[in-house]
């Protein structure tokens, strides 16, 4: 009886076993998985403009000799990415910025190209609404350029230079293009005169981004030219109570948000490789007590340093006043040196 009975049993528990279900189920899928899946899902697809600029960008130097006249009618924000695609793809020159310079930009990069002092001296004629340069690694810029992208774009506070042994070498020679020349000379320091009181230079400048600066530039510039800030470093403080500007972080391209929704096979196809920028310390989670204090003391001591060169030079200059106010010989040269020089403004 216990013998028929699990007989039966065993009959009824293969009658309910399905061998050729067609159902497979499921593999269960990572929750990281699942959630990469979900933000490419969510990632909205590129525009058409941006799919349009990528199929011009591959095939951009056959458009050149004709460029000046294709893009008359195009948007500034068109221009300004042809002219980002045109330097990663090392075709960047006068003809290409000249052809597509315009009035509205604030921001230009000439990065590693072959623009020459030309095609700087237009784009600083048309952009004059200009505010920030990068002409580093440009080997054909001199100071013939530097000093017309100065003289005409009055708004420019931020300059990008040097990072190659001849684009050194200019930004050097631009240093005194970039120091204020006062037109009041018996004043104690230019930094307590207003702007109209400025002859020429650099008036707008505030940061400039020289990231091989020697050490004896670096000092000389600082000292002369306080209110230029050389090579600024991130910091949640900010500098001089001065938040610094995206442009002036040495780890930034200034075209990298032209260029964010076009695909990197635009100018993949000269093997432009785009320079890999390391987390800042903006993007650190939280700062110890300890560092934070370094940081301001670091920060108050930048501050007082401009303050202390210049106090030391107008004590230098009161007491050399003094000496020759006192001083009987050092009296009578100085009186000396102005007869003789009114004698030759007569003559």
Known sequence: MEKRKAVASLANSLNNLDLNSRSNPKPQIPQTQSSRRQLERTKSPPSLQSLCLGVVGKHLEDIIPDLAEIAINFPPDVKMALVAIARRRMLLDDDVIVSLADHTWKIVDLSASDVS???????????????????????????SGVSELVEHCLSLETLRCGGSPRSDH???????????????VEGDSWE??????????????????WPKI????????????????????????????????????PDIQLDDSIVKDLDPKTWAVRGFTLKAMPPSLSSHTELSVAEKFRLAFVE???????????????????????????????????LASRASRSVHSWN
């Open 117 to 143: 002092d030309f095609g700087l001296a237009k784009v600083a004629e048309i952009c004059t609404s200009l505010g920030a340069v990068d002409i580093s690694r440009c080997d054909k810029i001199t100071t």
């Open 170 to 184: 200019t930004a050097r020679r631009c240093l005194d293009i970039f120091k204020p020349k006062l037109n009041d």
């Open 192 to 209: 307590e005169l207003n702007t109209e009181e400025i002859a020429n230079g650099a008036q707008s400048l505030r940061w400039l981004v």
């Open 300 to 334: 108050r001591d930048t501050q007082l340093a401009p303050k202390r060169a210049k106090n030391a030079r107008q004590h230098q200059r009161r007491a050399e006043r003094e000496w020759v106010m006192t001083d009987t010989t050092a009296k009578a040269v100085a």
């Open 214 to 249: 020697d050490k004896n530039s670096l000092e000389g510039f600082s000292t002369e030219c306080p209110r230029i800030i050389v090579n600024p470093n991130p910091s949640p403080f900010g500098f001089r109570g001065t938040q610094v500007p995206r442009e002036a972080l």
